[in-house]
């Protein structure tokens, strides 16, 4: 039980985490302007959120940590103006809360005690739950706010024999209802309840990638970094500032929460416990600040606190926190910033191949561009040029001016290129918005010039052996500079993407934090020791080589003692084994108790 208890709370703290960052959505999107003191900045969200509260849930989500997580997700909401919605479904819809403007906590306190009174039913039904919810949007939905589905399931349908409904119609109603919500841009995040085992993830995840949002699951709480890490890069521009976990004593125990620059509207503080706990602040110039108080929220379950700090001052916050003796507390840090990314407009005319387009970038502030360097000191930027005829792309470092981004790109080809460029620091990232290129206008060569008659040759004995024997030079000539030149190629083949490692100790069944390990900096081939920064402990894994291959894939070679495992089989890769995007591996190391995990992200 107590077991059970802990791996609940750590699925708890992840969702935490998801909801906090769902909940700035909207002011990203939308680029909303700093909030006034004393006032929470709108994240402009207008939410379904769908649970299967069939029986079968009853294992799968034995605890309803599913209820709990849509309780957190409305806490984590504006204080204002966001708007509420639920669905509750078996083979129909159980019941149901329209749109609800949030205006006061009542408000709040209401849509939770709405998921409080939800019972279970018999039967299962997704395309039920999900046409509703496209239905509410489309009738209640504010235009100039961020729709968006959660549907909470264990992806399985369970249809009553005697009502005639079949398979081929629940698919038929779900595609439309999918179909109108593509239409509608309402993204679909799916997440999986799975404490049986009996998760169906397939249909989970091609609802939320035809709607171009993300799916996970919560098979097993260790799964769940790697995969927040991927809802919070692709969709929200932010990462998760990891704060270490502590052991409660009984006593205060200080962290520091670093504010980096002025343009963070809100810095948000999960604090995840089994028992209550006591928490103090203290801002950069030393002061004691208030919990709550104006410019400091706060909120509180037996399980977990959530202080957001608005507009907090730049430097280091002290955050004290008194837990009970023994008790794990976990505490997560995610910004929000009112940053945008601007490409300068690329100079007009025409390109052909062998060009070389000047690109600069700099950060925006509310349409205005900013120029502090504090800003700048932290980041690094590249240029992303997509090649639109052959899908490859290239990333090109850009240089740091202290106030803008700039660099240089050197048309290849007489083809057409998407470039947009990427910065980052450790808190967020930012991409600037598309433009295209076309080289393609100037490939046409130029006009053939009239040949001028050439002098009659002396006529010379044996002309053909003279054609002969150059023709053989030329082609051995040829074949020679291919093959260097294929070598030099091979050897300097760049990379792209990355990987994402996860290394787990096998006697504390403990695993590490997702090291996010990009790939461009590599050429021709790298092994996964030089990824794990040489440690002695994973000498073995010197003989585990990467080399790039085609579409954007790489190549896995090993030829350690270490088996390679995918989809939970052992396979072959002493001659290679082609790893696209998402793919992903294990290695059970057999000179020490660690495993290694391994995802391909491009």
Same mark, same amino acid.
Not at 122 to 149: C, F, R, W
């Given at each position: 039980?107590?077991?059970?208890?802990?791996?609940?709370?750590?699925?708890?703290?992840?969702?935490?985490?998801?909801? /906090?960052?769902?909940? *700035?959505?909207?002011?990203?999107?939308?680029?909303?302007?700093?909030?006034?003191?004393?006032?929470?900045?709108?994240?402009?969200?207008?939410?379904?959120?769908?649970?299967?509260?069939?029986?079968?849930?009853?294992?799968?989500?034995?605890?309803?940590?599913?209820?709990?997580?849509?309780?957190?997700?409305?806490?984590?909401?504006?204080?204002?103006?966001?708007?509420?919605?639920?669905?509750?479904?078996?083979?129909?819809?159980?019941?149901?809360?329209?749109?609800?403007? +949030? !205006?006061?906590?009542?408000?709040?306190?209401?849509?939770?005690?709405?998921?409080?009174?939800?019972?279970?039913?018999?039967?299962?039904?997704?395309?039920?739950?999900?046409?509703?919810?496209?239905?509410?949007?489309?009738?209640?939905?504010?235009? %100039?706010?961020?729709?968006?589905?959660?549907?909470?399931?264990?992806?399985?349908?369970?249809?009553?024999?005697?009502?005639?409904?079949?398979?081929?119609?629940?698919?038929?109603?779900?595609?439309?209802?999918?179909?109108?919500? !593509?239409?509608?841009?309402?993204?679909?995040?799916?997440?999986?309840?799975?404490?049986?085992?009996?998760?169906?993830?397939?249909?989970?995840?091609?609802?939320?990638?035809?709607?171009?949002? !993300?799916?996970?699951?919560?098979?097993?709480?260790?799964?769940?970094?790697?995969?927040?890490?991927? +809802?919070?890069?692709?969709?929200?521009?932010?990462?998760?500032?990891?704060?270490?976990?502590?052991?409660?004593?009984?006593?205060?125990?200080?962290?520091?929460?670093?504010?980096?620059?002025?343009?963070?509207?809100?810095?948000?503080?999960?604090?995840?416990?089994?028992?209550?706990?006591?928490?103090?602040?203290?801002?950069?110039?030393?002061?004691?600040?208030?919990?709550?108080?104006?410019?400091?929220?706060?909120?509180?379950?037996?399980?977990?606190?959530?202080?957001?700090?608005?507009?907090?001052? @730049?430097?280091?916050?002290?955050?004290?926190?008194?837990?009970?003796?023994?008790? !794990?507390?976990?505490?997560?840090?995610?910004?929000?910033?009112?940053?945008?990314?601007?490409?300068?407009?690329?100079?007009?005319?025409?390109?052909?191949?062998?060009?070389?387009?000047?690109?600069?970038?700099?950060? *925006?502030?509310?349409?205005?561009?900013?120029?502090?360097?504090?800003?700048?000191?932290?980041?690094?930027?590249?240029?992303?040029?997509?090649?639109?005829?052959?899908?490859?792309? @290239?990333?090109?470092?850009?240089?740091?001016?202290?106030?803008?981004?700039?660099?240089?790109?050197?048309?290849?080809?007489?083809?057409?290129?998407?470039?947009?460029?990427?910065?980052?620091?450790?808190?967020?990232?930012?991409?600037?918005?598309?433009?295209?290129?076309?080289?393609?206008?100037?490939?046409?060569?130029?006009?053939?010039?009239?040949?001028?008659?050439?002098?009659?040759?002396?006529?010379?004995?044996?002309?053909?052996?003279?054609?002969?024997?150059?023709?053989?030079?030329?082609?051995?000539?040829?074949?020679?500079?291919?093959? +260097?030149?294929?070598?030099?190629?091979?050897?300097?083949?760049?990379?792209?993407?990355?990987?994402?490692?996860? +290394?787990?100790?096998?006697?504390?069944?403990?695993?590490?934090?997702?090291?996010?390990?990009?790939?461009?900096?590599?050429?021709?081939?790298? %092994?996964?020791?030089?990824?794990?920064?040489?440690?002695?402990? /994973?000498?073995?894994?010197?003989?585990?080589?990467?080399?790039?291959?085609?579409?954007?894939?790489?190549?896995?070679?090993?030829?350690?003692?270490?088996?390679?495992?995918?989809?939970?089989?052992?396979?072959?890769?002493?001659?290679?084994?082609?790893?696209?995007?998402?793919?992903?591996?294990?290695?059970?190391?057999?000179?020490?108790?660690?495993?290694?995990?391994? @995802?391909?992200?491009?």
């Amino acid at each position: 039980m107590q077991k059970r208890n802990k791996q609940s709370l750590r699925i708890l703290t992840a969702f935490m985490v998801f909801w /906090l960052l769902v909940s *700035t959505l909207g002011s990203e999107i939308y680029g909303a302007a700093p909030a006034a003191q004393g006032s929470q900045p709108g994240s402009r969200i207008d939410a379904v959120l769908v649970i299967d509260v069939s029986n079968s849930m009853k294992t799968s989500d034995s605890n309803k940590v599913g209820n709990e997580a849509m309780k957190m997700f409305i806490d984590m909401l504006s204080a204002q103006g966001d708007k509420v919605g639920i669905i509750a479904y078996t083979d129909k819809v159980q019941r149901e809360k329209a749109l609800l403007e +949030i !205006k006061t906590p009542e408000d709040k306190q209401d849509l939770k005690d709405f998921i409080d009174g939800l019972d279970r039913g018999p039967y299962t039904d997704i395309a039920v739950g999900i046409k509703e919810a496209v239905k509410v949007l489309q009738k209640g939905s504010d235009p %100039n706010h961020e729709p968006m589905i959660v549907l909470l399931a264990d992806g399985n349908n369970d249809f009553n024999k005697s009502s005639g409904r079949t398979q081929s119609a629940s698919d038929q109603e779900l595609n439309q209802a999918v179909e109108e919500a !593509k239409a509608a841009g309402i993204p679909i995040y799916t997440i999986g309840l799975n404490a049986d085992g009996k998760l169906n993830k397939a249909p989970l995840e091609d609802l939320a990638n035809q709607t171009a949002a !993300k799916s996970f699951s919560t098979s097993t709480a260790d799964d769940l970094p790697r995969i927040l890490s991927e +809802i919070f890069a692709s969709h929200l521009k932010l990462k998760i500032v990891p704060i270490q976990s502590m052991t409660g004593t009984g006593s205060f125990q200080e962290v520091t929460v670093n504010v980096p620059n002025a343009n963070v509207l809100e810095a948000n503080i999960s604090i995840m416990s089994a028992q209550p706990v006591e928490t103090e602040l203290v801002n950069p110039a030393g002061d004691k600040i208030a919990v709550p108080s104006d410019d400091v929220l706060l909120s509180k379950s037996k399980s977990y606190s959530l202080i957001k700090l608005l507009s907090p001052a @730049e430097g280091d916050w002290k955050l004290r926190v008194k837990g009970a003796s023994k008790d !794990k507390i976990d505490i997560n840090l995610v910004f929000n910033y009112d940053l945008e990314l601007e490409m300068e407009p690329i100079a007009a005319g025409s390109h052909k191949p062998g060009d070389k387009v000047q690109i600069g970038a700099y950060l *925006t502030s509310n349409g205005q561009k900013l120029q502090t360097a504090e800003l700048y000191k932290n980041m690094n930027a590249v240029l992303l040029a997509k090649d639109l005829d052959s899908g490859k792309t @290239e990333e090109i470092k850009l240089n740091n001016t202290g106030d803008k981004f700039e660099g240089t790109f050197e048309i290849p080809e007489a083809h057409e290129y998407e470039l947009k460029v990427r910065a980052e620091e450790r808190s967020f990232y930012r991409e600037s918005e598309p433009v295209t290129i076309s080289a393609k206008a100037a490939s046409g060569g130029a006009a053939a010039k009239p040949a001028t008659p050439a002098a009659p040759e002396e006529e010379k004995p044996f002309p053909w052996l003279t054609v002969v024997i150059s023709a053989i030079a030329a082609a051995v000539l040829a074949a020679a500079a291919y093959f +260097i030149t294929a070598a030099v190629k091979k050897a300097n083949r760049g990379f792209v993407g990355q990987i994402v490692i996860e +290394i787990r100790d096998e006697n504390t069944h403990e695993k590490s934090f997702p090291q996010y390990k990009k790939l461009t900096a590599f050429k021709g081939k790298f %092994n996964l020791h030089q990824l794990l920064q040489l440690a002695p402990e /994973l000498k073995e894994t010197e003989k585990v080589v990467f080399t790039p291959a085609k579409g954007d894939r790489i190549t896995l070679r090993n030829g350690s003692a270490a088996p390679v495992e995918k989809s939970g089989r052992v396979v072959d890769a002493s001659a290679g084994l082609e790893l696209k995007s998402g793919d992903r591996i294990t290695l059970p190391l057999q000179h020490i108790d660690k495993t290694i995990f391994i @995802e391909y992200l491009v």
